[in-house]
């Protein structure tokens, strides 16, 4: 079983920065390879943000365009995608993900809103 947790949601006005992160329950519980989705309201799922893994580069989705960046923290055992230059259409709740034996897990996700 794996249990993912997203932190650092919020309300941001357009132009600024959030810093999201994923991590397993319990502080000594590694994730595995994790990518990040996000869902608007009416709107389907949309793959935001994946990690390098062996000698595959870390892939954003097509809309991020050099705007996030995802990094892992291997001390803290803790994901972190950075979002700059945050619009309205980003507006959405963001959630991790991983794959375990064929099985997704998902976190219960972390709502960012982009409004003046």
């Known amino acids: 079983q794996v249990t993912l947790i997203e932190t650092g949601g919020g309300l941001v006005q357009p132009g600024g920065s959030l810093i999201l992160s994923c991590a397993a329950s319990g502080t000594t519980a590694s994730p595995g390879h994790i990518e990040w989705y996000r869902q608007a309201p009416g709107k389907q799922r949309e793959f935001v943000a994946g990690e390098a893994r062996d000698s595959v580069f870390a892939r954003y989705g097509d809309f991020v365009k050099g705007r996030f960046v995802i990094a892992r923290n291997h001390a803290e055992n803790r994901i972190y995608l950075r979002m700059n230059s945050l619009a309205p259409e980003d507006t959405a709740i963001y959630y991790c993900?991983?794959?375990?034996?064929?099985?997704?897990?998902w976190g219960l996700g972390t709502q960012v809103t982009v409004s003046s």
């Open positions: 993900a991983t794959r375990r034996n064929g099985v997704t897990y």
